[in-house]
């Protein structure tokens, strides 16, 4: 069975003859199409990260916070009075004020023995 979506440069099926005649156009669409999504990728490659909201401190901030912080808690549903499972975001750092964060661990240095 044939495709439904025709190879660049073959005619759309049941395609009028003036279209015929002046080219497919689904090529033209295909290579318009091409065009967005490589401005689409550029421009996300570029552009600001997307902005999260911070659910200790009540304001925006960065996905690309680097102590960000997900949490999943049960809270009580009133209406149903079952336990719910929701996510809450932190920035990094309300994170740390909320305990939510370690510092970073470093190794012990290694306690050479004198050689007396």
């Not at 999504?37 to 009540?58: F, I, K, N, P, V």
């Not at 510092?103 to 023995?113: D, E, H, L, V």
Request: negative net charge.
């Amino acid at each position: 069975m044939a495709s439904a979506f025709p190879a660049m440069g073959d005619e759309v099926l049941a395609a009028t003859p003036a279209c015929i005649r002046q080219g497919c156009q689904f090529s033209q669409a295909s290579r318009v199409l091409d065009q967005a999504h490589h401005a689409l990728t550029q421009e996300t490659r570029y552009s600001m990260s997307q902005a999260l909201w911070c659910d200790q401190g009540g304001h925006a901030f960065s996905e690309r916070d680097p102590g960000r912080q997900r949490i999943a808690v049960s809270v009580l549903n009133e209406e149903t009075e079952q336990e719910e499972r929701v996510t809450k975001d932190f920035c990094g750092e309300c994170a740390k004020s909320a305990g939510l964060t370690t510092g970073r661990r470093t190794r012990p240095q290694a306690i050479q023995a004198s050689a007396e």
